[in-house]
Every structure is written in structure tokens, then in C-alpha cells.
T-cell receptor, first 116, second 112 residues
Framework: DTGVSQNPRHKITKRGQNVTFRCDPISEHNRLYWYRQTLGQGPEFLTYFQNEAQLEKSRLLSDRFSAERPKGSFSTLEIQRTEQGDSAMYLC??????????????FGSGTRLTVV | DAKTTQPPSMDCAEGRAANLPCNHSTISGNEYVYWYRQIHSQGPQYIIHGLKNNETNEMASLIITEDRKSSTLILPHATLRDTAVYYCIVRGSNFGNEKLTFGTGTRLTIIP
């Protein structure tokens, strides 16, 4: 297992277009998290799944954002009608509910979105 | 989750110990202190965590005060590769407290 994989690494899109990012967690991890990070700030929590259930969503996750984890494995984050304010690094992390209190999360390298 | 306070930036000479402080004065009894770091253009990386005892692993040591209101992350022999933003995070152990809430962290620069 090579860790948490995020694709694409970079995405440039025109304002108003839809974009979708994919996250492949560590295979034995049942929890998956999405964060957003803008320049100079720490990562901000967006949403979290345990298996296929979406257990928590931040109020940052507007109606234009939707996340899925259909089979409890990979996850997708879609942004509809992108705005320039959506430009950020989107980070995915995974963990095991059995051990994450002791081993923390594993983060991917992120997808950098630029909306022009 | 309890809020943490960290200095925005610190410098440390290469080869010396880097001591990064964190205040978490509102921490409650079931909340752990976690440290992560983020090297430029990468995702955050878990370093260490603790509840009330001091902890050490291959990356760092964590010293938690007896009243648990503050802690210090120690990198014993800092190298240039330790230049990163370091985040101190308090997280509860109860169901519903799974997410990590990041602040703005401390930007540590290791000077050759």
C-alpha cells in the first residue's frame, strides 16, 4: 500500500465549470476525511465518512459541494459551478476507527485547484 | 475541541534541539494532544500524540505539563528537512470527536 492517493494533483478550471477529485485511502482504513487549505492557513475540515456513511459535514460545505464514498473505499469530492474562492488545496486523509486515536490520520498530497 | 495557541514562527540552528510550545488551557480530561507537521506542498504528517504522560518516538518527544494546559514538541537534533509548519491539535476520544481541527501552526525554519 502506497498511502493515500489523490488525483489529479493539479486542476485548473474556468469559473462556472464542475470539477471532481478522487481520493483512494489506505485499503484497511474505514474512515476518510476531506479538508480544504488556503494559502497561509491550516487545513479546514469539510466532511468525513466512516465506511460509506457520511457522518459529519462542515458548514463550509455549501450546496455546490458534494462528497461520496459509494462502497466505503475511494471517495470523490465534486464542486459544481466553481467560483474563484474555491481555489485551494483539497486534502484527503484516512484512518482506522480501531487505531486512529493512537496512530493519527494519513494524509494524501492533495489536489491543488485553481479557478480562473 | 479545546483551542490551541502556538507562536506563528520560530527559527532553530541545524543540529540543535527545536522546542515548539503549545498552549491548550481549556483542554478537558479525555482530550489528547496531537502534533502534525506539513512540509511545503505536502499533506500534514502525524508526528506524535499524548494524553498526560511524556511521549517519545523516533521523530520527536512530547512534554505535557502536569496541569495539561500546555505542551512542548521537541525535535532533538533538527535538520534542514525539519523545516515545516507544525500544528498542535487537541482531539477528544469520544465518538463524534473524530475530526482534527487545525489552527495556523508554527512555521519552523531550520537555519544551516
Amino acid at each position: 500500500d502506497t498511502g493515500v492517493s489523490q488525483n489529479p494533483r493539479h486542476k485548473i478550471t474556468k469559473r462556472g465549470q464542475n470539477v471532481t477529485f478522487r481520493c483512494d485511502p489506505i485499503s484497511e482504513h474505514n474512515r476518510l476525511y476531506w479538508y480544504r487549505q488556503t494559502l497561509g492557513q491550516g487545513p479546514e475540515f469539510l466532511t468525513y465518512f466512516q465506511n460509506e456513511a457520511q457522518l459529519e459535514k462542515s458548514r463550509l460545505l455549501s450546496d455546490r459541494f458534494s462528497a461520496e464514498r459509494p462502497k466505503g473505499s475511494f471517495s470523490t469530492l465534486e464542486i459544481q459551478r466553481t467560483e474563484q474562492g474555491d481555489s485551494a488545496m483539497y486534502l484527503c486523509a484516512s484512518s482506522s476507527s480501531l487505531t486512529d486515536l493512537f496512530y493519527g490520520y494519513t494524509f494524501g498530497s492533495g489536489t491543488r485547484l485553481t479557478v480562473v | 475541541d479545546a483551542k490551541t495557541t502556538q507562536p506563528p514562527s520560530m527559527d532553530c540552528a541545524e543540529g540543535r534541539a527545536a522546542n515548539l510550545p503549545c498552549n491548550h488551557s481549556t483542554i478537558s480530561g479525555n482530550e489528547y494532544v496531537y502534533w502534525y507537521r506539513q512540509i511545503h506542498s505536502q499533506g500534514p504528517q502525524y508526528i506524535i500524540h499524548g494524553l498526560k504522560n511524556n511521549e517519545t518516538n523516533e521523530m520527536a518527544s512530547l512534554i505535557i505539563t502536569e496541569d495539561r494546559k500546555s505542551s512542548t514538541l521537541i525535535l532533538p537534533h533538527a535538520t534542514l528537512r525539519d523545516t515545516a509548519v507544525y500544528y498542535c491539535i487537541v482531539r477528544g476520544s469520544n465518538f463524534g470527536n473524530e475530526k482534527l481541527t487545525f489552527g495556523t501552526g508554527t512555521r519552523l525554519t531550520i537555519i544551516p
